[in-house]
């Protein structure tokens, strides 16, 4: 992509800004119309349709009893699944079963969709919920013709509470308030982060005036038929928070973080400061012991010294020169050794060498190289659809992350990548802080004309590995901020990470979350 190109991207995101991401949107997404068409001799006589969610890229639940005819008349019921996004619908075979549980899951070929992800947490009565789906009163007031039940669509969003969890038959169900009609079985009761909280199954009748309430198959229930079946699917046990919440969260943690490495600095210079002050008594009193050992010893050789300069009086005045010059000479070297002594006595104030002044502090690297482990905060993140495995991470000279992808710094100081991949529905925005504490991964789940931007602008770069070259880095930056130009004011989803240094090659391990 051309110099030109990115500025237009830039200006486009000027004139249209980013908006904030949606999790509901994100996960109607992951929603789909589960079809089935009967037919004898080569001509349709009947058609049935629900609703579905993508617990992976190509597997989506549904309700047992929307797919049951296929399941009873293969050769005759055929089964389709439309997509909310795209142009075309696709063939899909019937994988499992279970009528007990009204649970079913089908496999479609030829496209991928976004997986949405199982909240395994608690769910509180009166907790906000909203059901997606394909209902049939809205699709009688809007389709035109048959081909529109294969067109695909936006589902149609409900919201409601829950009211608590109850067992039908033995299945334990969530008894909730989103308005749902035929048609939405099988579509996701989802929680304000977008996660599925149950699949909807059924409505009470509203006779007499009676307040309609409907029924979600409980995660409990829908994770014991996903395992029967073999089926790995995503799951999330935090709880749902707001991305303001989550950013209040953050903020705290690093206040806490903050005091407690104040504190302990604090803790660190007081004991530095005790011991430098008790290493300077220690000094102190040795030089004064010293000097008043110096004193005494030239007080000692001063007496000497006179008694000596007193015989040699003696010996000149008994006539003994002999005598009187040794006992002199002494006197007179004695006494001038105890001037020497006295004069170059130890001063009583002693400095530690060294120690006086601070240590020159070495100037940071611009990103710290090495091995490191990084292990989610979750009080610090905001986690709705990814897994949170620890994550190994290899630094290498100039922003190479993982021999292999190359980071750039930004206005903030910190070292980024923007990931957009060709395979799903996903923006990550990687962020590594210089020192090589904190890892961050803001993940932006995006509408299929988002993306399409998003790739568009990543076709464009030139560079696909670690370089040294730093023209080719400063443009591969432009490229990346032109990228950011397209995505919303903020994530769908927050992961920071605490870094440590870890073992020599750690960082080779794949990890599911690694840059």
Known sequence: MNRLALLLAALFAIILPAHAADDIAAASRSVVRVVTVAMVDGEVVGFGHGSGIAISPTRIVTNAHVVESAARYPDNVALGVVPSEGQKSYAAKLIAIDTARDLALIEITGTRLPAAAIYSGPIDSGADVVALGYPGNVDLATARSASDYITPRTPTRSEGNLSNTQSVDGVAMLVHTAKISRGNSGGPLVDQCGRIVGINSAITRADDGDSPFAFA??????????????????????????????????????????????????????????????????????????????????????????????????????????????????????????????????????????????????AAPKLAEGDLLCTIRPDRSRITVSETNDVPIKIGTGGCVNDKTQYTQGSDGHWQRILVPNDEPTVTVASLDPSGREYRVDRYLLDAETMTKAREIRAGATLKSCTADQGQVTAFATQQDAVRAVLPASPNERLVYQCQKAAAGAAAVKAAAAP
Do not use: W
Request: charged letters at 25%; glycine letters at 8%.
């Open 217 to 362: 198959i409980s995660t409990r229930e829908l994770a014991r038929f996903l395992t029967d079946a073999d089926q790995q699917y995503g799951s999330i046990g935090t709880p749902c928070l707001s991305m303001a919440e989550a950013d209040a969260r953050d903020r705290a943690a690093m206040d806490a973080d903050a005091r407690k490495a104040a504190a302990a600095n604090a803790a660190k210079d007081e004991a530095a400061r005790l011991d430098q002050e008790l290493k300077q008594a220690r000094a102190e009193e040795e030089a004064l012991a010293a000097r008043e050992n110096r004193i005494a010893l030239a007080g000692v050789l001063f007496v000497i010294g006179a008694l000596s300069a007193g015989a040699a009086l003696m010996f000149h005045g008994q006539k003994n020169v002999r005598n009187a010059k040794i006992a002199g000479g002494v006197g007179g070297a004695l006494i001038l050794a105890a001037a020497v002594l006295f004069v170059t006595r130890p001063d009583a104030h002693a400095e530690i060498e060294g120690e006086s002044a601070p240590a020159a502090v070495e």
